[in-house]
């Protein structure tokens, strides 16, 4: 280069120093160009309320935008409507690193609380100072709803649906959510009319379509049910209530040979599915194989202690296959569940024409521990704690219940159910 023009070597730095800030100036706009295309995405998703889908590019996202504290915002908020609470909690306060708190943070971490059925008065508060044209007022109606289904205010859920309706008319979760508490309540034909609404507007949700499926087989309608199934595991194959809903309609059909592979499917990915060696079972009956029944039947009760239907189902086997002593001594174990389940419907019914009375959980909660709901039970008993008082015997039972379990819990449920006011 020594022989080389000064001139000349002067271009070549310069030409240099332009390739490289035109390459780094399409590399940025690239960078850009995803992000939009990111966050789009995100925005797509959400008008779909396709909330899995939406998180999956929130976090792709904040991977190239660490510092964007709108997405960390968006990603918290999604998060918590996923029912993910703890990583909600962990983006929310990554979000207020970023700007400090303010209201929009604020009003999430009420709702974070409101959503998982500790209401307090925070209930109250929410729905006295959101109006209807605040910006964020179908997200908390949304919470509502489902801190009220968390804590089986039923009638509380509806009205909370009545409400987001009236400000989104066109969303389908508020009527997909109202048909399933009036399916709870026993009114079938408003519920079908609710998912009917919720499926126009949304006519490809898997959950809109399931719920339609299951009503309808309910309602002992197997052939137009069986669409629904289909169209859901169209969309995915691996689907298990849709799986199960159109095995049950084979069999309500007279098709056991064809539910039995369905059915086999189910049961080789998950062992423990109950329902699915229930109806393994009664398929199985259906074809004069009470031997394979009986193995399958007792499967399922052993599951599913609280499934009169299944247990009925053995009464039955054991005495197609002689058994008679045996299916004898279950009849009382069957007639109590009957008698227990029967009580629980009441309950729920009183719960939600009264939700504030403490007794009518805790019955409920004692009711599902007795009959096998361990999970269900628990939930009923910690909504009783929700309630203003000291409920001495509501932690007695989680005590019991927990040091069964060898729950560090126990100890503390211990600790308040004797400790006097």
């Given at each position: ?31 850009r ?10 925005e797509?998703?959400?008008?779909q309320?396709?909330?899995?889908t ?65 209401l307090g ?16 007022v ?13 804590s ?15 400000v989104?008319?066109?969303h389908?979760?508020?009527?997909l ?6 399916e ?47 169209a859901?595991l169209?969309?995915?194959?691996e ?21 039995i ?39 399922a ?32 174990r ?12 009441v309950?729920i019914?009183?719960v939600?024409?009264t ?10 909660g004692?009711l ?8 269900e ?34 100890e ?7 400790t006097?006011?």
């Amino acid at each position: 280069m020594s022989g080389t023009p000064r001139w000349w070597r002067w271009y070549f730095v310069v030409g240099i120093l332009l390739v490289g800030t035109v390459v780094s100036a399409a590399y940025v706009g690239w960078q850009r160009k995803q992000t939009r295309s990111l966050w789009q995405k995100v925005e797509a998703a959400l008008e779909q309320h396709d909330l899995d889908t939406a998180a999956r590019y929130l976090d792709a996202y904040l991977g190239q935008n660490p510092t964007e504290a709108e997405a960390w915002f968006l990603a918290a908020r999604t998060a918590r409507r996923l029912g993910q609470y703890a990583r909600a909690e962990e983006l929310l306060t990554r979000c207020q690193q970023l700007t400090g708190v303010t209201d929009s943070t604020r009003l999430e971490w009420q709702l974070l609380r409101v959503q998982q059925g500790d209401l307090g008065d925070v209930h109250l508060q929410l729905r006295a100072s959101i109006p209807p044209d605040h910006p964020d007022v179908a997200i908390v109606l949304e919470a509502l709803a489902r801190g009220y289904l968390a804590s089986d205010r039923l009638r509380d859920v509806v009205k909370a649906c009545e409400l987001w309706i009236s400000v989104q008319p066109n969303h389908p979760w508020p009527y997909l959510w109202r048909g399933s508490i009036y399916e709870r309540l026993g009114n079938f034909h408003e519920s079908l009319a609710q998912y009917r609404r919720a499926q126009q507007l949304a006519p490809n949700d898997p959950a809109i379509r399931l719920a339609v499926g299951l009503l309808l087989l309910r309602g002992r309608q197997p052939a137009a049910a069986i669409e629904y199934f289909q169209a859901v595991l169209e969309q995915n194959p691996e689907d298990k209530e849709a799986l199960l809903g159109l095995a049950q309609c084979r069999l309500e059909q007279g098709q056991p040979k064809e539910a039995i592979p369905l059915l086999d499917q189910l049961l080789r990915r998950d062992p423990s599915f109950a329902r699915a060696w229930f109806h393994r079972g009664k398929a199985a009956f259906d074809l004069g194989d009470a031997g394979d029944g009986e193995r399958c039947l007792r499967r399922a009760v052993q599951l599913a202690p609280d499934d009169a239907e299944a247990w009925h189902q053995l009464t039955l086997t054991l005495r197609a296959l002689g058994k008679e002593a045996e299916a004898e001594q279950l009849l009382p174990r069957l007639q109590a569940l009957r008698k227990d389940l029967e009580r629980l419907n009441v309950l729920i019914r009183a719960v939600a024409r009264t939700p504030e009375d403490p007794n009518l959980r805790h019955e409920a909660g004692v009711l599902c521990l007795k009959i096998g709901r361990s999970d269900e039970g628990v939930r009923w008993l910690l909504g009783v704690l929700r309630l203003p008082g000291e409920h001495r015997e509501t932690h007695a039972v989680l005590a019991e219940h927990f040091q069964k379990l060898s729950d560090p819990r126990a100890e503390e449920h211990r600790r308040r159910a004797t400790t006097k006011p």
